[in-house]
């Protein structure tokens, strides 16, 4: 090695050797983008249940590690059926991070359990409102709308969702009954 750089000394060389990658450092932003399109862009059932895996582990990234260490606790505490627990723990969470989609999507999934459809409501809409191209979100939504009897709203949800994740598969099968059942009141 040494030899190496005496040679490259001599020569003139820049003897600091340069690694070329071939692709620049994607921001987790970048990464995301690139799965949503793939996602969008998805040819099979199978593999855009694949990607939107890797998406929904992407969102869950975009808060730091105190925000992660929060949710994982409500989602023990959930688990265990703690819900006051999962409930501190959510609260503790919004107010660190506000605008973290995920910690609004486990507030509503929690609400919604717990058959508070007001709450789930006001939690799925902060989300989509942080995070429009949340397809569980407004999957959730969808449902929780329908469950409220606004069934306009509910099929205007799942359409959001299939604008980002055209293959869900409860999306498609409530936006196809939704559109039949609003289409037979029509005529």
Do not use: C
Request: hydrophobic content about 50%.
């Amino acid at each position: 090695m040494i030899e190496l750089f005496l040679v490259l000394a001599q020569t003139g060389a820049d003897p600091v050797i340069r690694l070329e990658t071939g692709r620049a450092h994607q921001t987790l932003e970048d990464r995301l983008e690139a799965r949503l399109t793939a996602l969008r862009e998805a040819e099979t059932p199978a593999s855009a249940d694949m990607i939107a895996d890797e998406v929904l582990s992407l969102w869950r990234q975009q808060a730091g590690p105190v925000a992660d260490l929060l949710l994982k606790r409500a989602e023990d505490a959930r688990e265990r059926g703690d819900r006051d627990t999962a409930r501190r723990a959510l609260n503790h969470l919004h107010l660190l991070e506000p605008e973290f989609s995920e910690g609004w999507v486990a507030a509503a999934r929690l609400a919604a359990e717990a058959e508070d459809w007001s709450f789930a409501l006001e939690a799925l809409n902060a989300a989509v409102e942080h995070e429009p191209r949340r397809f569980d979100a407004w999957v959730m939504l969808g449902q929780a709308l329908e469950r409220a009897g606004a069934r306009t709203a509910a099929l205007e949800a799942y359409e959001e969702a299939l604008a980002v994740h055209p293959h869900h598969a409860r999306a498609g099968q409530a936006h196809a009954r939704l559109s039949r059942d609003l289409a037979g009141r029509a005529l």
